[in-house]
């Protein structure tokens, strides 16, 4: 009798400690998934969209912006242009990419195509970046994308957010080729492009870890990883130091709806070896544009790249 009682509550315990086992793992879950959100000044809140947001993005149009760009490159600064295309659609939240049609289970969000285009002596670069950030406000972007094409070869690198994010990153580098790994979630320096169009204020200031640009990470060869970093919020101007990057971003905007974006600089330490100094990257505006770019594709459109100054 006393053996059968000492097994019985032998499975009892069992049957405990699994049960404590799996509630700890839900809540460790849960907290990938609502702890890890943005980090920012305030608690950020699904808010109902303004009427002046809606009318701006839900017009069935893109926001295009061109800018004269002065970009540090081998230690040098070279003359060329970028573009920033702002766009709202649905997308996927679980496959994490555009929807082709509208269901209840889509997110819509702020999609920031950015490109760079400028020479290096003979040869060209070509970088573009994609941010795909819920117009909610109440999360981290969703995913991220970054390519880099020159002579040389050319690299990717891609975001997207699950219980971690989950990065890959391919490159024509030895050290850098083919890699797949998960970050703690944390804010990213690219989401906060779309984030700035959305709620300026909302945007993360003090000491903090960010995930620098993609870009920058494989312009200069350093691990996709968090860093320190400072962020100062002043009238028109979102600036970020990395202290052990040696880096500083500032990004001017219109303080009023809808938060276009004026210009940036950027300060880093451009070159290789001794030939290395600190150079300045500077953006400034030229144009922007209100289109639905995607149906804009025969030859007589090409006038809108003159009124965009990108020839």
């Known amino acids: 009798m006393i053996k059968a009682e000492l097994i019985f509550y032998t499975i009892i315990a069992i049957i405990c400690l699994l049960t404590s086992c799996k509630k700890e793992k839900a809540s460790k879950d849960l907290a990938l998934n609502t702890t890890k959100k943005l980090v920012v ?6 808010k109902e969209l ?22 540090a490159r081998y230690g040098e600064i070279r003359n060329g ?39 290096t002596g003979i040869y060209p670069y070509s ?11 109440d999360r981290h972007a969703i995913k991220i994308s970054n390519s880099m094409q020159e002579w040389c070869g050319h690299v990717y690198a891609q975001l997207n957010n699950k219980k971690q994010f989950e990065v890959m ?57 968090a860093y320190k970093a400072t962020a100062i919020m002043k009238e028109g101007i979102y600036s970020i130091t990395y202290p052990e990057l040696n880096r500083t971003l500032s990004i001017a905007f219109n303080p009023n709806f809808p938060y ?9 330490k451009s070159g290789f ?10 953006a400034t505006k030229l144009k922007t544009i209100k289109s639905a770019y ?14 965009l100054q990108l020839k």
Not at 260 to 268: A, Q, R, S, V, Y
């Open 41 to 46: 000044n305030n608690d950020l809140k699904p």
């Open 50 to 71: 303004s009427q002046e947001f809606k009318n701006y993005w839900y017009a069935g149009e893109a926001e295009i912006s061109s800018y004269k760009l002065e970009q």
């Open 81 to 119: 242009k970028a573009v920033l295309i702002y766009v709202t659609e649905d997308f996927l939240p679980d496959i994490q990419v555009k929807a082709d049609r509208q269901n209840k289970n889509n997110i819509s969000v702020l999609k920031l195509n950015a490109t760079k285009n400028f020479n």
């Open 127 to 137: 970088i573009m970046h994609s941010t795909f950030y819920p117009v909610s406000n």
């Open 169 to 225: 990153s391919h490159s024509y580098f030895e050290g850098e080729a083919d890699n797949s790994f998960r970050l703690d979630k944390t804010v990213l320096e690219n989401e906060l492009w779309a984030q700035l169009r959305i709620a300026p204020k909302s945007l993360p200031t003090g000491e903090l870890k960010i995930i620098p640009s993609f870009e920058y990470s494989r312009l200069r060869h350093v691990p996709i990883k």
């Open 260 to 268: 276009d974006i004026l210009g940036w600089e950027e300060t880093f």
């Open 273 to 282: 070896g001794t030939g290395a100094k600190v150079l300045k990257t500077k």
């Open 294 to 307: 995607w149906g804009k594709n025969s030859n007589k459109d090409e006038i809108l790249r003159d009124t």
